[in-house]
């Protein structure tokens, strides 16, 4: 008897946990309804969630960036994750069918361009898109990616090493780089880690055609003390003396500057290169409706103004926001030629790993 | 309760063997934790060490339209490359010898010192030697760079030196090798010094009485009963010092090792193939050397082990000339290795270090305002996989000296090898491995569980095989009810499609009301069906599997405000602290649904046999089908992307330390002990945890503390694995070197450093109380 009545009870139990099992999923714990929208901020809806993020840029500035936009929304964590572009394209690629990340922000846009080709990224029509500065260079014509920042080539030259050789001046030119007093004192990134190198190589290609490009690489890289992985890393090498010269991105040297290197900052007199960094949607996003926000809010003129903050001088690519550092653009630049580079970039990359980069021994 | 196994048959014929093998599996099911035991740590060992190293072996051979292409290979025979990379294998195999060579000469130096020469403070030089195991993978190279760098303290601010072209920098092969002997020796000291203890005295005393000089005694008596030892660290060395990356990557300068070449190729070439064909070639030396070690060194050894240090004093070298050199030699290497590690402390609060040492804490800010998620999820990774490597560790080591069976062989090298290859492979591994549901891993381990819950359900076949199939088909549609159509689309259900497709697709809450319903209904059942002393129990743990499966969705209901409140918190530590913690709630409540499905496998096998007799059947289809409908759930073990994978790769990645401290200690105890519990009547299960845990507890507790820092420290597995949600410290800390400059990193690495020995601290306290518990024990017992 009394087992029965266990078992009654236990069937009534069951029965009761069904009723609300079924009854609960009236609201998914994935997506409540939002509270009532809060009128003090622009937004109709309060976002919510996490918002997983590649950022490419140094970490401070990532990490800058991650806090500003979760003040903006208190509902959103952004999570981040900091990889070089060259990571940053693998772990994209190596997650394609399983995407983790939603949006990836910063890096050069040739990384873009490949992402682009792979079909890893979202086409995206923002409206933000209208108070680009040069669509034609820092706008995807599919909508995939956009240019957020620029930044110029420059010499990064040791105050030390110029106090103590008093007939060397900062390397003026490409050709300067040759030189036989910066032997063995030049620092830059290798082309196969880091994007900057890569700019550097694809100027020298434009500026001198492939066949005297080569040429002068060869005698450039008799030149380098070192390649190193990261392409700001020669800014501290140098700046603390461990060579004379580094190639780095001038916003990079404005930066090292600022944290008390000694450096001096020239550009080459016939024209540099530069680059562009940008922004795209990850294609199959999971939070792609934050990732919109994400990417809406980094094209507005007051986002782009927040670089100096966190030690990031890059120049806004949007009208209306100021750039920090001007004089960092307003020097000779080359007719950079993206689409060239992009598509060429694995096979350059592999001639110098190949040809080049084998380490002077 | 060891089986005794029939293995003196001689074998002539393969069926022969293969009976012997059959009948052999037998009676290892008649030993139900032998039988757990051992499905368990298989399928632990072939799902995350076995497959994802095949997977990158066979990945360097087949290009990504899966067509065979050895043109990876081929290049070191093509002219445009040959030379490039054959200097990339020359080089390593040039840092491995060397760096193998030096860190066993210093292993043994320090070692001799410490057990033969009387070393003052012995208690303090043991503790710095160790300091290299608890510290991150690239310290020493930081602190190398800070003072022997071309624009280092020593070089520059004392020497004065100048370094143009030609002039040999510290950046370069010597400069890896430096720092990996400065790493890796203190392992070599652990094993030489285990063995000079155990070497008895006596031996050295006769010869002495013999009138043999002294240096003729360490010749001829004292270096080859060293030698399977000082062998044994060469060869782990050597594997230590190719799998290592940080040191490479840090002060290679120009010099490439495969190593490198293989984080290069991933990362920098994005050629998949490339790293994985470069990985194999990495695999091969590493796994001459590693059955070199396990075949040959470990057949020669001299030495009768005692299991304990011998009782006698040990002879101490008299000639003050030879114990002075000795001491004086020590003195100054430590004197090296303690100004190593002040420059990274003083590097950490140094302003800008070369240019102006001001003192500046503010590095340290940085730290924790930009690093502090990444510090207490790394940390809390590491420590909640620290259990998980030392169970694992201990019941393998537990089947490998205590039970006979084939493949036992097997099992033991398999475990050792997760964390004997270089951690790029691994990682790159469990990418390839688990990026999408390995179907293919998930059905095996399942079928091995499931037949260990129907032998424990009944003995004749007929049942056993309608409760396999029809729990696994109820399983299947009840999992089917969770796949959305792209899932239902996949290739591996097509069969399926046209069957099933009429059935709707729940929503994840509701469907996991459906399944937890059916455990709650289990557990009311059990209470009427299991009789006697189980049935509390088995109504407990049917109604927890119930309610922890449940609580995977309500924990939401407190994380989610958590997370939230946290965030609205001012300041610039609390919301990440609270948002840190609300995922680490999250984790603990969420386990992937497929290791959840095998973990109730395992328990449900274990409540079945008290389950009444004529129910037991449809208890166990029940089951069945519950786990089944788990373990199938979406995309069962995709795991890259989450916390898991990262806890995984941790736990594989220490499981030899915790298999071997707890191999080592097993044969120390007389089997004899565990029989005479056996034979008063303990079943295995109750003699395990009664008898042999409590014995083993100090050496397993010296496998935590090991496997903790080495979690804490890993690097190079780890790199391909994190996730914006899990930032690692350590992937941090080489990101921050080449951009925030070295302060930072360093301020990073003694934070990293300091949370490694507060745990230690923490688990001796913690030991040390069991220790005495079981002391008492012991006691008691006796």
């Known amino acids: 008897m009394k087992h029965r009545v266990l078992l009654l009870m236990a069937l009534a139990i069951v029965l009761t946990l069904f009723v609300i099992g079924c009854a609960a999923p009236a609201q998914p714990t994935g997506t409540p309804p939002t509270a009532a929208p ?92 209208a108070i680009i500065r040069d669509p034609k260079l820092m706008l995807d014509p599919d909508g995939q990616w956009v240019g957020i920042y620029v930044g110029s080539l420059g010499f990064a030259t040791n105050n030390d090493f110029l106090k103590n050789n008093p007939n060397v001046k900062p390397p003026a030119s490409m050709d300067d780089l040759l030189k036989p007093e910066f032997k063995g004192q030049v620092y830059i990134a290798h082309p196969a880690t880091s994007g900057t190198s890569y700019t550097f190589l694809c100027t020298i290609l434009q500026q001198k055609g492939e066949q005297a490009g080569w040429d002068y690489m060869k005698k450039f890289a008799q030149q380098v003390a070192q390649f190193t992985k990261s392409g700001a890393a020669p800014v501290q090498s140098v700046g603390k003396g461990e060579g004379a010269v580094g190639v780095v991105f001038s916003h990079d040297i404005v930066a090292g500057i600022e944290t008390g290197l000694p450096l001096t900052l020239s550009f080459p007199a016939e024209g540099t290169g530069y680059e562009i960094g940008g922004m795209g949607l990850v294609k199959g996003a999971k939070n792609m409706e934050l990732a919109k926000a994400w990417f809406d809010w980094a094209i507005e003129p007051s986002t782009q103004e927040l670089g100096p903050k966190y030690k990031a001088y890059q120049a806004p690519t949007v009208n209306g926001a100021k750039a920090s550092k001007p004089e960092l653009l307003q020097v000779k630049l080359i007719n950079y030629d993206f689409d060239y580079c992009g598509k060429n970039k694995k096979a350059f990359v592999d001639k110098f790993t190949n040809e080049i980069a084998q380490p002077p021994q | 309760m060891d089986t005794s196994l029939p ?106 010192t410490v057990v033969r020469c009387d070393i003052p403070l012995k208690g303090l030089v043991h503790a710095f030697t160790l300091l290299p195991t608890i510290s991150p993978p690239f310290a020493i190279a930081l602190s190398t760079i800070l003072l022997f760098g071309r624009s280092g303290f020593v070089t520059r601010d004392i020497l004065h030196m100048r370094f143009g072209p030609g002039i040999n920098d510290v950046y370069g092969l010597d400069g890896i090798i430096f720092c990996q002997i400065i790493t890796f020796f203190s392992i070599a000291y652990l094993i030489l010094r285990g063995l000079l203890e155990r070497i008895d005295p006596s031996m050295e005393e006769a010869a002495l009485s013999l009138g043999a000089s002294k240096w003729h005694i360490f010749r001829t008596v004292t270096l080859p009963l060293l030698t399977p030892g000082i062998a044994a660290s060469f060869l782990l060395m050597f594997v230590e010092s190719l799998a290592d990356l940080g040191n490479p990557i840090l002060i290679g300068g120009n010099i490439t090792v495969l190593s490198t070449q293989i984080w290069i190729a991933i990362n920098g070439e994005h050629d998949q193939q490339k790293g994985a064909a470069l990985s194999f070639m990495l695999l091969l030396p590493t796994l001459t050397v590693f059955l070199l070690q396990r075949y040959w060194v470990s057949r020669r050894s001299y030495i009768a082990v005692t299991g304990k240090p011998t009782s006698g004093a040990a002879t101490f070298v008299k000639e003050p000339i030879v114990r002075w050199t000795f001491i004086t030699l020590t003195t100054l290497v430590l004197i090296l290795i303690v100004s190593l590690y002040a420059t990274i402390f003083a590097g950490s609060i140094t302003k800008l270090w070369g240019i102006n040492y001001a003192l500046d804490f503010s590095h340290y800010e940085g730290v924790f305002q930009r690093g502090l998620e990444a510090i207490l999820d790394t940390t809390f990774l590491s420590a909640l996989a620290t259990p998980i490597a030392g169970i694992a560790g201990v019941v393998i080591a537990f089947l490998v000296v205590r039970k006979s069976f084939s493949g036992k062989q097997a099992v033991d090298f398999m475990s050792n090898l997760g964390g004997a290859v270089p951690g790029t492979i691994l990682g790159i591994g469990y990418i390839l491995a688990f990026i999408r549901a390995p179907i293919f891993v998930v059905a095996i381990v399942y079928v091995a569980l499931a037949y260990f819950l129907f032998t424990a359900a009944t003995k004749e076949n007929g049942w056993r095989l309608l409760i396999l199939v029809s729990g696994s088909f109820f399983g299947i549609v009840l999992a089917w009810l969770s796949y959305d159509e792209k899932l239902r689309g996949a290739s591996a259900f097509n069969i399926l499609n046209g069957a099933l497709n009429g059935l709707p697709t729940l929503a994840l809450t509701q469907w996991l009301w459906i399944v937890g319903g059916i455990l709650f209904a289990l557990a009311l059942a059990s209470l009427y069906f299991v009789s006697g002393k189980m049935k509390r129990q088995a109504f407990l743990v049917l109604t927890f599997m119930a309610l922890y499966l449940l609580a995977r969705e309500w924990i939401l209901l407190l994380t989610d405000p958590l997370s939230i409140w946290g965030r609205r918190l001012g300041g610039d530590y609390l919301p990440g602290t609270v948002t840190s913690i609300s995922s680490w709630i999250a984790l603990v409540f969420q386990p992937p649904l497929a290791i959840l499905g095998f973990t109730y496998l395992v328990l449900g096998a274990f409540l079945l046999p008290a389950w009444e007799q004529r129910t037991r059947i449809f208890a166990a289809i029940l089951l069945l089908a519950v786990c089944c409908a788990l373990t199938f759930h979406g995309e069962p073990l995709a795991l890259v992307g989450s916390a898991y994978i990262v806890l995984i790769a941790y736990a594989v990645r220490s499981l030899p330390a915790t298999v071997r401290a707890s191999i080592a200690s097993l044969q120390q105890i007389d089997p004899a002990i565990e029989e005479a519990s056996t034979s008063l009547g303990g079943d295995a299960q109750h003699t395990f945890r009664n008898i042999t845990l409590p014995l083993i507890l100090p050496a397993f507790i010296a496998g935590l503390i090991f496997s903790f820092a080495r979690h804490m420290t890993s690097l190079s597995a780890i790199i391909f694995l994190t996730t914006p949600k899990w930032p690692i410290l350590t992937a941090l800390i080489l990101s921050e070197v080449e951009q925030g400059g070295l302060s930072l990193a360093a301020a990073y690495s003694v934070v990293l450093i300091v949370i490694v020995l507060v745990a230690i601290g923490l688990l001796y306290l913690w030991a040390g109380r069991a220790f005495r518990a079981s002391a008492e024990m012991t006691l008691g017992a006796g």
């Open chain 2, 7 to 112: 293995l003196t048959r001689p074998v002539s014929t393969s069926s022969n063997s293969l009976v012997r093998r059959v009948r052999e599996f037998r009676l290892i099911a008649r030993d139900p934790v032998l039988l757990v035991g051992l499905l368990a740590a298989g399928a632990f060992i072939f799902a995350f060490i076995v497959y994802p190293l095949l997977r990158v072996i066979v990945q360097g051979f087949f290009d990504q339209q899966g067509q065979i292409r050895l043109n990876y290979f081929a290049r070191y025979f093509e002219p445009n490359y040959a030379r490039a990379y054959w200097d990339v294998l020359a080089w390593t195999i040039e840092m491995g010898v060397l760096a193998a060579l030096g860190s066993t000469l210093l292993g043994f130096l320090f070692a001799y």
């Open chain 1, 38 to 129: 809060q009128p003090t901020t622009a937004q109709v809806m309060e976002l919510k969630g996490e918002l997983n993020m590649l950022c490419t840029p140094q970490q401070e500035w990532c990490d800058g960036m991650k806090k500003e936009f979760e003040t903006k929304n208190p509902g959103v964590t952004v999570n981040f994750v900091r990889l070089s572009s060259g990571e940053a394209l693998t772990r994209l690629r190596n997650e394609k069918e399983n995407p983790q990340f939603d949006v990836w922000w910063g890096g050069p846009i040739d990384s873009f361009i490949a992402a682009k080709n792979e079909g890893l990224l979202e086409p995206y029509q923002a409206k933000g898109y």
